[in-house]
Structures are given as C-alpha cells and as structure tokens.
C-alpha cells in the first residue's frame, strides 16, 4: 500500500538542507548519506549522492527519470555472485 | 460478433464482461465505460446497436489508452526502470520476481524452466 499523500513524500530534512547548501555553493561533491529511505524530489536532480549500501557509499547521479524512488533502490545491499562454477565445486562439496 | 476498434471482437456475453477482451480494459474501466456511454452492463454484447458500438469506439479512441498504444506504454514503463539503474530495473534485467517475492523455490513464471545443476547431491550421500 503507498504512503497517504495527506503527509506528502517521505524527505529526510537535513539531506535537503544539504542539497540546498551544496547548490549554493555550487559545489560537485558527492553528498554522502545512510537515508536509504528518503524519496528522491525534484531539487536532487542534477546532484551526485554516495548512498550507503551497508558496506560501501554506491556513488548516484541522480537524473529526473529517478523522482519519486527513494535513495535506496540504487544502492544494492545484496551480492550475488553466481552459483556453480569450477571453483565452488571444488571447494564447496566432499 | 460485434467490432470495437478493429481488431477486437467481443463474445456474447455481458457488455461489462466483454468489454474486458480489450487489452487495457479491466473490471473498473468496463463499467466505466458502460456508465459513460449509458449502455446497460447487462445488455449481451451482439445486441449492441451499431450507434453503441460507435459510441464506444469514439470513446475508446479519444479518451483511453488500449491496446497496441497500452502494451507500448507498459514496455516504457520497464525500460525506464531498468534504464535508471534502480532495484526494480535490475529485477526486470535478471528476469526474477520484482515485487520482492522468495526465489528460493517457486518463481518459475518468471525464471523459467527449471535448470538442473548436475552433480549436487542428495542428503543422504552428504553425510
């Protein structure tokens, strides 16, 4: 079910005000985040984020096709290295 | 058999029901329509008139986004997900469940026939 649009979209405030200093400044750097969570609005367009996946900061530049999304679907928390494989094999069975 | 839009043929069964035969009409949007043309839903599909049928195209065509034009729009939707790189994209892009269901077993819609790995032993034989 989506979240009531009486509260309007979820935006972690002090991201934004982090993106409001960054734009004044005018400065490149990557905002550096753990709010997976917080929905992308329209004035991170254009703005590059290093959102933490648990382990690392996944660098994001965010386009206007990812409004709406939240931070964290691009910054995948799982790895999958595949299954199988000669190496596994030898050293996953006996 | 009644016509709607060319290609879509409509059995007898109810106009609501049949309506439904149209890719990018459901439940909700057939009555609808039935509603906004003032056809009755239970009037069967070969009695429609031939000024029902054509309201109802008129109807379709100006105001609705069905067939082709709405399987066009559904594969849009996917690529963009999968184009902007989001969790959902990459779903789409592996060809597994993206609305979080378990992979573990089931999901074979979407993985496919099931594929075999050779050599993995049974239980028994581990011990």
Redesign the interface.
């Known amino acids: 079910m989506g979240r009531s649009s009486k509260k309007g979209p979820y935006v972690v405030e002090r991201l934004l005000d982090k993106v409001d200093r960054a734009e004044q400044t005018g400065s490149r750097e990557p905002i550096k985040t753990w709010a997976r969570a917080c929905t992308i609005v329209p004035e991170f367009v254009g703005k590059n984020f290093a959102i933490h996946n648990g382990r690392n900061f996944i660098k994001l530049y965010v386009t206007e096709d990812m409004v709406g999304h939240k931070l964290g679907e691009f910054a995948p928390t799982r790895t999958f290295r595949g299954h199988g494989g000669k190496a596994a094999k030898g050293a996953g069975r006996k | 058999m009644p016509r709607i839009l060319g290609i879509d043929i409509p059995n007898d069964k109810r106009t609501v029901i049949s309506l439904r035969y149209i890719y990018g009409i459901g439940p909700f949007l057939a009555e609808q329509l039935c509603d906004r043309t003032g056809i009755s839903p239970d009037k069967r599909a070969r009695d429609l008139t031939e000024d029902e049928l054509a309201k109802l195209a008129a109807l379709l065509d100006n105001e609705y986004v069905v067939e082709g034009q709405r399987r066009r729009q559904v594969q849009q939707n996917i690529g963009?997900l999968r184009?902007?790189?989001?969790?959902?994209g990459?779903r789409h892009r592996k060809g597994l469940p993206v609305h979080g269901q378990r992979t573990r077993t089931n999901a074979r819609t979407r993985k496919g026939p099931r594929k075999t790995?050779a050599?993995k032993?049974g239980v028994k034989e581990m011990r």
């Open positions: 963009r184009d902007i790189g989001c969790y959902r990459l790995v050599g032993k």
